[in-house]
């Protein structure tokens, strides 16, 4: 009986953590998103101060995190990002997101079922008042219109360049190779990152897009950004992106490589 209580214990303290790990196979996952709220993370919305969740913008129903417009009458440039508490390095991400109803009025047409994951961010302590983007590595999800071929998990680049093929891109988004998801379908996809060395972006299992050498670089940063342009950025945080269209999140767990 004594044995069994601790055990007990043990697991109401671990469930009770607002980070969690889960193991598949032999690998340690830590569960980012703890499906009950948003415990872990925090927001940045252009405008605002840190913190400020402006018409519960993010929020967590059903065991889903959500981006959300219902409170809001237009779209006025309010742009946000919910950033995991701590920054990592090398790691696996797996997240599972999807687009769903209409974009809120006053969105930019290229918001159209537009996210994104950013990777190797700056803090959102660091980001200014009115900045628009952390300075980062976006994998950007994109959704279909039903008609049109769009690929899902590009790369852009607010503040940042990469290396593909031995070569600088300062070009901002570069399109991967998945196939178009339409309508409201759930999306499984992975990011495979290994500090300043090389980044993979896997769609249902297809790696569709590698580049390497992330670094500091281009105009579309703050004029004054500490951070010399080719400076490689090893680590950084990571967040989720609410650009004007709603989008939801039901897996989004890490395995840290830092010690693989």
């Not at 991400?93 to 961010?121: C, K």
Request: contains cysteine; proline residues 5%; charged residues 20%.
């Amino acid at each position: 009986m004594r044995k069994t209580s601790i055990l007990a214990l043990l697991l109401l303290f671990a469930v009770s953590c607002g980070t969690k790990t889960g193991k598949t196979g032999s690998e340690e996952w830590i569960q980012l998103f703890n499906g009950r709220d948003l415990s872990g993370w925090i927001i940045k919305v252009r405008g605002l101060p840190v913190g400020v969740n402006y018409k519960n913008t993010f929020r967590v129903e059903d065991g889903v995190m959500k981006v959300c417009y219902d409170e809001y009458d237009s779209f006025n440039a309010e742009y946000g990002h919910i950033f995991y508490m701590q920054p990592f390095s090398r790691y696996k991400l797996r997240i599972e997101y999807r687009f769903t109803g209409d974009q809120v009025p006053g969105g930019e047409g290229w918001a159209f079922r537009n996210s994104g994951v950013m990777l190797h961010s700056q803090s959102p302590e660091s980001m200014l008042t009115d900045q628009d983007f952390p300075v980062s590595v976006e994998a950007q999800f994109l959704g279909g219109n039903g008609v049109d071929e769009r690929p899902t998990l590009n790369v852009c680049s607010p503040g940042t360049h990469i290396v593909m093929n031995d070569s600088l891109i300062t070009t901002h988004c570069i399109n991967s190779t998945s196939k178009t998801y339409h309508g409201d379908v759930w999306v499984s996809c992975e990011l495979v990152v290994f500090a300043d060395s090389i980044i993979h972006h896997i769609v249902e299992g297809d790696t569709v897009l590698t580049y390497s050498r992330p670094q500091v670089g281009g105009s579309n940063k703050p004029a004054n950004y500490p951070v010399p342009d080719g400076t490689l950025i090893k680590e950084g945080y990571i967040c989720l992106q609410a650009e004007s269209h709603p989008v939801e999140f039901r897996k989004i767990e890490l395995l840290n490589l830092e010690n693989k």
